[in-house]
């Protein structure tokens, strides 16, 4: 549920990665370039936050009970 999310705000960060920003120094940066390295890393941390929460509650991941369960059911495992 949180996975699908995760993807989406990392590919929409992806759009504004300025290449060599670490590089620059902050006076020759451009408007345009600040407000989108500001903007990729405010995509970048919510697409961390996302999959932190993917992880912590999605069962897709093979450390979490349901994925267990459902991976039991699919092989025809009993308990």
């Known amino acids: 549920m949180y996975l699908g999310p995760a993807f989406l705000f990392a590919a929409f960060a992806s759009l504004f990665y300025v290449p ?3 590089d620059m120094p902050l006076g020759m940066l451009t ?3 600040l407000i989108s390295e500001l903007l990729f890393l405010v995509f970048a941390l919510i697409a961390l936050a996302a999959l932190a929460r993917s992880i912590e509650l999605d069962p ?3 450390w979490r009970p349901g994925f267990r369960r459902l991976l ?3 092989l025809g495992r009993t308990q």
Do not use: E
């Open 60 to 62: 897709v991941w093979p």
């Open 20 to 22: 060599g920003f670490l």
């Open 31 to 33: 408007s345009r370039q």
């Open 72 to 74: 039991n059911v699919l």
